[in-house]
């Protein structure tokens, strides 16, 4: 008989005491498991927050379709389309180089006294050069005046615009994109809204491209569009006599040997514009999308595998309205999405989310909620956190400024649940007051909290500057109004300038 099925079929019953030693280990192990998850989640959710959103351009006017880069010394530039009267709309720029405290007075790009400028796109080279790309007197129909043209910012002044679209009136919905190798590209539609694009490299522009004109079926590029090694990843949606409705697209193209690959269907889903696309820590893209037509609206997550897609996650389902679909991957390889959700009834009501998983579910948390309009969101990942910028519209003022907010993430979650020697909590279980030891190695703000399992505050021990030393701090079992609380486990928190460290406690009565 071998060892597996003597375990399995023991011969003898155990004494009493070893079933209960037995069943007290279990417990203990699941237990352990229990506070594990409890404590990973608390991780997510307590110690991660979105900023207050705060107002960056302040116009008083309308403004809209924000876009957003961050270049390599962290600095936020945001451009976007202001609106004056009806048919006069400017193009605005604004950047903050402390991560989003504070923002520079909103400069007027074009000195544009009478046409509309709409779409502008943004993007930055190595050099931390700026490249703004917008479609000139957008309002035009017939469209024979409109053209995509762009500027540039070498951290000194802005260039006078240049026309990229040359001898192609009709253009519009213009993209910008720097590769590794600082060529920037300008991707466009034209008319039918076919693709078109071309490069400048050396300061030399190339001819005007069209991917896929030679195809029967029509393919769009949508604002889904990021760059890794020497490809270039883009989003879009495709039209086909094979089949009803726009399906999502994913193209690949090489800059190297200037080689577009053949389109891949992402999903057999109907969808309409919104659609969005990240890279992951392997380089391998991720899309983000909206169905269509459905009894609700469905926002739906994929990934290519090899040489397919995964089957579609389903990210959110609801009977509100949902739009402006943006995803962002970190380095730990966490999906976040962040879309706006809104119905009218009575009222107009809206709110912008964010959606990331844990475990095998989708979570959320409201970024900001109106009676007002949360709109065509741009979000971006660096430097260990998430940015957004979203366009905030108030119907009863007819005014509509940009918000901005950002998301600290907290990363190497294994290593912060494990207990740090510098900080230790004892006795632990307690009936009674607990010792809450710390190391501080430099004078700094430090917040010790406490916290129930579902991640409510229960009590704020410390919440000051410190100079360097070792601290001993007290809880003596009681929340914020006086009371004792109630037996179970609690989570400590321990918040030393950007480092976070939790560790569970049990009270025992």
Known sequence: MSLFSRFHNPPFHNPPFLNQTFRYSTFSIQYSIFL??????????AQQQWTEPLNITNLGGYSKDPDMVIDHNGVIHVAWSYCITQTHWLIMYTRSEDNGLTWAEPLDLLQNTDLWMSQPHIACDSKNDIYVTYTYNGLQWPPTGRVIKMLTYDGHQWSEPIIISEGMPGSHYPKVLVSNDDIVYVFWGYLSDEMYYRYRQNNLWSDIYCP?????????FSDGLTVSNHLIHLAGSSISVNYYGER?????????????YNPEQISSDTIVVDIDISLNKSSNPESVYRTYPSPDDETMHTKKEGNFWSTPDLVSVTDKRKVGQQIAINQNNEVHVVETEYYV???????LVHYFKMGNSWMSQPIDSSDNMCHFPKLLFKN???????????????????????YDLVTNIDE??????????????????????FENNKQQHINLSVFNINGKLIKMIA????????????????NKNGKE?????????????RKTVTQTVEIIK
């Open 36 to 45: 594990f998850h409890i404590l990973l989640s608390f991780s997510l959710l």
């Open 212 to 220: 896929y004109c030679d195809s029967i079926d029509l393919f769009y």
């Open 248 to 260: 999502p697209q994913y193209y690949e193209y090489s800059f190297v040997t200037n080689t577009w």
């Open 345 to 351: 009834s009575s009222v107009l009501e809206t709110q």
């Open 384 to 406: 260990n956190r998430l940015y957004v910028v979203y366009w905030w519209h108030s119907e009863a003022l007819g005014t509509g400024d940009l918000r901005f907010s950002k």
């Open 416 to 437: 912060k649940i494990h207990h740090d020697t510098k900080f230790n909590i004892y006795p632990n279980p307690s009936k009674g007051i607990i010792n809450i030891v």
């Open 463 to 478: 919440n000051k500057i410190f100079p360097p030393s070792k601290q001993r701090l007290l809880w003596n079992g009681t």
């Open 485 to 497: 609380v109630n037996s179970g486990p609690y989570l400590v928190r321990l918040k030393s300038g």
